[in-house]
């Protein structure tokens, strides 16, 4: 799991120790993701399966894409398709996505790299990998997230940001056991590169076998914490919970995180792989279908018809030509 790693993670910035009168926060319920097909056969586990939507308020839906090895032809992706009322994260750990979309944003992302889509008012847009990984096959995995948007902001101009790992905020555990990528919000001082209209905090965490790490965490956000690989424990003391991978813990109110990795792993990972994930929740009725979020059935049903009638934008000729489709296939 590359995705981005230092050599020496003490050179980081590290998460103060935490106060030891702060309330750790409970685990309130443990699912484990069922495993699904998206787009055009790619498999995934949806991570938020049978959680209460309140529970999750701001985010709307997560799919851990892989982990997979393809073998030479098998790679695959999503054809066009539209997007209205919130935002898509879509974070590579192993392997090559392309992106295109109908507002001209688009490229290739690859591990530890960040593809941020807000679709507010309407857009079209593809995921595929190039050519060359069909031909050759190889390792793929990521994570695609689905941030909602408040009713104010659901019509916004479309925009795409091309966050590069690079450009992803690093910093370690008090000890060091832990490496901390941070995408969006702050931690240790450190920021991630995504800019937010619905203030969330992404961390993708590596916790070396048997290490432990306490996060501050802001009251006024929900917290989650997914497991993408290895095995662990969420939360401290009597509600202490098991957690494995494909397992997502949603925890209750308090003012800091503590995820610890097992000290005996499988061979083939090298620690507790975590995605933890947290933000203001917009507390607003939603109404979701395929691949709209809106407030109301209303607002559902003009966002299809707005589809239907080419309103959400056009797929750009040199797509088009190549893909043989139309926005309204």
């Given at each position: ?163 590069r790992s690079g450009q992803v905020g690093l910093a370690t555990s008090t000890d060091g056991g832990a490496l901390l990528r941070i995408i969006a919000g702050e931690m240790a001082g450190v920021s991630g590169p995504g800019m937010t209209y619905t203030p969330i905090t992404l961390i993708h965490a590596t916790i070396a ?94 966002a299809f018809e707005d589809y239907q009638a080419g309103r959400l934008g056009s797929i750009p000729a040199a797509h088009s030509a190549v893909n043989g489709s139309t926005p309204d296939a």
């Amino acid at each position: 799991m590359p995705a981005v790693t230092v050599d020496n993670t003490l050179a980081l910035p590290r998460v103060p120790a935490t106060d030891p009168h702060l309330v750790d926060r409970p685990v309130v319920s443990l699912t484990t993701a069922p495993q699904g097909f998206e787009g055009e056969g790619f498999p995934v586990r949806r991570a938020f399966a049978g959680v209460d939507m309140r529970a999750l308020d701001p985010f709307i839906h997560m799919d851990q894409m892989g982990e997979v090895e393809y073998a030479p032809g098998e790679p695959k992706g999503t054809p066009w398709h539209p997007h209205r009322g919130f935002e898509t994260v879509t974070y590579i750990i192993d392997g090559i996505f392309e992106h295109a979309d109908s507002h001209g944003g688009g490229g290739e992302i690859t591990n530890g790299d960040t593809q941020w889509m807000t679709a507010g008012a309407g857009i079209l847009h593809i995921e595929k990998p190039p050519e060359h990984l069909v031909v050759s096959g190889g390792l793929f995995h990521g994570l695609q997230l689905w941030v909602n948007l408040p009713r104010t902001l659901k019509m916004a101009e479309p925009r795409y940001q091309d966050l590069r790992s690079g450009q992803v905020g690093l910093a370690t555990s008090t000890d060091g056991g832990a490496l901390l990528r941070i995408i969006a919000g702050e931690m240790a001082g450190v920021s991630g590169p995504g800019m937010t209209y619905t203030p969330i905090t992404l961390i993708h965490a590596t916790i070396a076998p048997g290490a432990e790490v306490t996060l501050p965490w802001r009251p006024d956000y929900n917290a989650l914490v997914y497991a993408l690989s290895g095995n662990g424990a969420v939360s401290s003391g009597p509600a202490r919970r098991p957690l494995k991978s494909g397992q997502l813990a949603v925890l209750g109110s308090g003012d800091t995180i503590t995820v610890a990795a097992d000290p005996v792993q499988e061979s083939r990972v090298n620690g507790l792989d975590v995605f933890i994930l947290g933000g203001q929740p917009i507390r607003e009725p939603v109404a979701a279908y395929g691949p709209f979020v809106m407030n109301t059935k209303e607002e559902l049903m003009q966002a299809f018809e707005d589809y239907q009638a080419g309103r959400l934008g056009s797929i750009p000729a040199a797509h088009s030509a190549v893909n043989g489709s139309t926005p309204d296939a």
